[in-house]
Every structure is written in structure tokens, then in C-alpha cells.
């Protein structure tokens, strides 16, 4: 991987005038092969709640980790979050508010009207 002494000491290089193409060419060669892998993977947090509000309390929930979801306790006790302010607070992102449109349509028991997905 290409990291902050590399970039540094090609600095030097391009001030010097010795910095060559084929530098650059071995740090993408290195980049393509290691991906980059200073970027964390992104998280998702599923919350349900019982109405449109920030401040509702939630009542379902689930966590995108590693590629799998997984499911929150069975126990509300247990869960990390009772509303989204606190994930808000805990350093997650709301990237999609609930669905207004949903509340209009037939009622249903999914909680998908009043979802939230957060991101980390």
C-alpha cells in the first residue's frame, strides 16, 4: 500500500526532480493489488420507530456489519439506541429518513413507513 512516508518521500523526490514515472507506476501497481484499505467498511443501522419524529422511541432494529445483518437483541432492554438522537449522538448519520408516502398507503406491520438507516 502506498502510505504517508511513501507519499513523503516522493515529496522529496519531486523536489529534487528525480521522481519518475515508474515511482508512480510500482505505487499504483501497489495500490490495485492492496485496494484501499484505509477506509473502514461502512456500517448501516436499520432503527424502526412509532412515528416520523427523531425523537420517537424505536421499536425494531437491525445492524449492516461486516456484509451480514444482524438482528438486535430480543430483549429492547438490550439495544444500543431508544431513539434516533442517540445513534445521531453516537456518531451515526441519517442518510434515509422514514417514508411519508408509506404512512398514506394501507396499513401494515413492517415498520418500513417509520424506518431510518444510519450510516457509520
Known sequence: MVDKSTLERWLVKLREGTLTEDDLER?????????DSTRPPQRLLYLQTRNTAVDSPVNGMSVMEDGKIHEAPEDPGEWPYDTVIDAVNDG????????????????DDSGLACEFILEK
Request: hydrophobic share 45%.
Open 92 to 107: 451515526w448519520r441519517i442518510v434515509k429518513f422514514p417514508e411519508l408516502a408509506l404512512l398514506y398507503q394501507e396499513p
Open 27 to 35: 505505487g499504483l501497481a501497489r495500490l490495485r493489488e492492496t485496494g
